[in-house]
């Protein structure tokens, strides 16, 4: 997100992690406000997946023949102009977001089923 890092409050003392230190080097379990934040990150990324992939694209997209390699290289530009209006963090869900849509439509394109471009 647009901030990588949460704040961490122990017993001992406060200090703030990124979310790739505690994936690389955490010991697998998240505290109550980790767990939290990371809920509330998918969240986001889930939300702006569903506003951006739901609305009609103002890309032009033809209406004969759908090509998925075609729409897997505008949907970075279809999430950010989505969000261009709005802050960092919501670019940076965006930006997410369109990585994670770009992954998975990438696989589908690696197994392309019969028939699709």
């Given at each position: 997100?647009?901030?990588?890092?949460?704040?961490?409050?122990?017993?001992?003392?406060?200090?703030?992690?990124?979310?790739?230190?505690?994936?690389?080097?955490?010991?697998?379990?998240?505290?109550?406000?980790?767990?939290?934040?990371?809920?509330?990150?998918?969240?986001?990324?889930?939300?702006?997946?569903?506003?951006?992939?739901?609305?009609?694209?103002?890309?032009?997209?033809?209406?004969?023949?759908?090509?998925?390699?075609?729409?897997?290289?505008?949907?970075?530009?279809?999430?950010?102009?989505?969000?261009?209006?709005?802050?960092?963090?919501?670019?940076?869900?965006?930006?997410?977001?369109?990585?994670?849509?770009?992954?998975?439509?990438?696989?589908?394109?690696?197994?392309?089923?019969?028939?699709l471009k």
């Amino acid at each position: 997100m647009a901030h990588d890092s949460f704040t961490h409050t122990s017993s001992l003392e406060t200090h703030s992690e990124s979310w790739s230190m505690l994936t690389r080097h955490g010991d697998g379990y998240l505290t109550p406000y980790q767990r939290e934040a990371f809920e509330h990150a998918i969240t986001l990324v889930k939300n702006r997946l569903d506003k951006t992939l739901n609305k009609k694209s103002a890309f032009d997209e033809p209406e004969a023949e759908f090509n998925l390699a075609d729409y897997i290289d505008k949907l970075e530009d279809r999430f950010l102009d989505e969000t261009s209006h709005l802050g960092d963090m919501e670019q940076e869900v965006a930006l997410t977001a369109a990585r994670f849509a770009e992954t998975v439509a990438q696989i589908i394109l690696k197994y392309q089923p019969a028939g699709l471009k």
